[in-house]
């Protein structure tokens, strides 16, 4: 599996984007999907999941509320809409994906990534 993001670019706090990851191959809709960030000088955490089937997300906590993940098995592609954006939210954006469907939280549970993306928010 091929992972492309894209959807990045600078923005004034309390706006919005909304990130892309584009997977190649057939078996994208039996996989999980994550999202990643990796602040300026910092180490990369998790963001969001979703379940194969897209029944069920979770997020982490400086998020929920504000980030939705989404997928859309059709188009191959996961999603995350990020709203009322905050300074704090600079980073690159890492969409992965994991085999098994399940979602999960850990970086070692993915087992594709993609080359990520960069998002700014400015103050």
């Known amino acids: 599996v091929q992972l492309q993001a894209s959807g990045g670019g600078l923005v004034q706090a309390g706006g919005s984007l909304r990130l892309s990851c584009a997977a190649s191959g057939r078996t994208f809709s039996n996989y999980g999907m994550g999202w990643f960030r990796q602040a300026p000088g910092k180490e990369r955490k998790f963001v969001a999941t979703?379940?194969?089937?897209?029944?069920?997300?979770y997020y982490s906590d400086s998020v929920k509320g504000r980030f939705t993940i989404s997928k859309d098995n059709g188009k191959n592609t996961v999603y995350l809409q990020m709203d009322s954006l905050k300074p704090e939210d600079t980073a690159v954006y890492y969409c992965?994906?994991?085999?098994?469907?399940?979602?999960?939280?850990?970086?070692?549970?993915?087992?594709?990534w993609g080359q990520g993306t960069l998002v700014t928010v400015s103050s």
């Open positions: 992965a994906a994991e085999r098994r469907g399940e979602g999960t939280m850990t970086i070692k549970g993915y087992d594709y």
């Open positions: 979703i379940t194969w089937t897209g029944a069920y997300t």
